[in-house]
């Protein structure tokens, strides 16, 4: 399964777009990307996945590049209920397993 | 629906004695996993299951053992408690391999 690398920390203001950066050089072709949040110590909250294509639902966006090395993940107009961990992963369609890195800490600043 | 249910939220342990987390979804899901987190890190993959009867290894399975009797309950068990183990445990749950995994609210183990 391809590794991730996310910057450790990010602040973004109230309201503003929050653009979370995730590198996946060694993705294969049936490798998805998930990205998931965490905040406090709650368990982890499923945000959004895709596989090739940009992506949107009502929480957030998901940009994968063309050559599929990395993504990004858009909150639109982020609040302060969004400070949290944000995990990327990258799954594979053949087997169950989701290894999680450290993620990104986004404080989210009022 | 409930969701994906742990039990108990908290837990202190004595080295050596062993216990069992309880994980319960009421989906349907035929995928269910347990993961640990330690302090300021990412979730590490203990075990997982692909439906009753069929479980395996993830990255730190040694000192836990996992059975999937039934679709809804997938219960982790400690054998001999280190303190080692002390973390947070979540247990989660999927419909499909490819979809949205909705994870329990934690297990708070400590091993003294």
């Known amino acids: 399964d391809a590794k991730t690398t996310q910057p450790p920390s990010m602040d973004c203001a109230e309201g503003r777009a929050a653009n979370l950066p995730c590198n996946h050089s060694t993705i294969s072709g049936n490798e998805y990307v998930y990205w998931y949040r965490q905040i406090h110590s709650q368990g982890p909250q499923y945000i959004i996945h895709?596989?090739?294509n940009n992506e949107t639902n009502e929480m957030a966006s998901l940009i994968i590049t063309e050559d599929r090395k990395s993504s990004t993940l858009i909150l639109p107009h982020a609040t302060l209920r969004d400070t949290a961990v944000y995990y990327c992963?990258?799954?594979?369609?053949?087997?169950?397993?989701?290894?999680f890195g450290t993620g990104t800490r986004l404080k989210v600043l009022a | 629906n409930a969701g994906v249910t742990q039990t108990p939220k908290f837990q202190v342990l004595k080295t050596g004695q062993s216990m069992t987390l309880q994980c319960a979804q009421d989906m349907n899901h035929e995928y269910m996993s347990w993961y640990r987190q330690d302090p300021g890190m990412g979730l590490r993959l203990i075990h997982y299951s692909v439906g009753a009867g069929i479980t395996d290894q993830g990255e730190v399975p040694n000192g836990y053992n996992v059975s999937r009797s039934t679709t809804e309950d997938f219960p982790l068990r400690l054998l001999s408690a280190a303190p080692s183990q002390t973390s947070v445990y979540f247990c989660?749950?999927?419909?499909?391999?490819?979809?949205?995994?909705?994870f329990g609210q934690g297990t708070r183990l400590t091993v003294v």
């Open positions: 895709g596989l090739k």
């Open positions: 989660a749950s999927s419909y499909r391999r490819i979809s949205e995994a909705f």
């Open positions: 992963i990258v799954g594979s369609s053949g087997t169950y397993k989701y290894i």
